[in-house]
């Protein structure tokens, strides 16, 4: 997908993502996590990602198992 092709809350798509987190909770939860270090620390492993917000940068993050959560 190019960033031409990108429509917003269709990428990185939750049945994707579900595949890599199996809980549509625990993944909010992570996202959330994740977005709130990107934010601070202004810097993503999904650098060249499609997204420009923390929360679509973590989403990708995940997606490409660039980021690494536990849940206890």
Not at 18 to 41: G, Q, W
Not at 53 to 58: E, F, L, M, R
Request: net charge negative.
């Amino acid at each position: 997908m190019s960033k031409k092709d990108y429509d917003g809350m269709r990428y990185p798509s939750v049945d994707d993502l579900l595949k890599v987190i199996d809980s549509k909770y625990k993944l909010a939860y992570a996202a959330a996590r994740r977005a709130h270090i990107i934010e601070e620390e202004e810097w993503t492993a999904a650098e060249d990602g499609m997204c420009v917000k923390p929360v679509g940068q973590a989403l990708e993050e995940i997606l490409n198992n660039q980021t690494k959560m536990t849940f206890k």
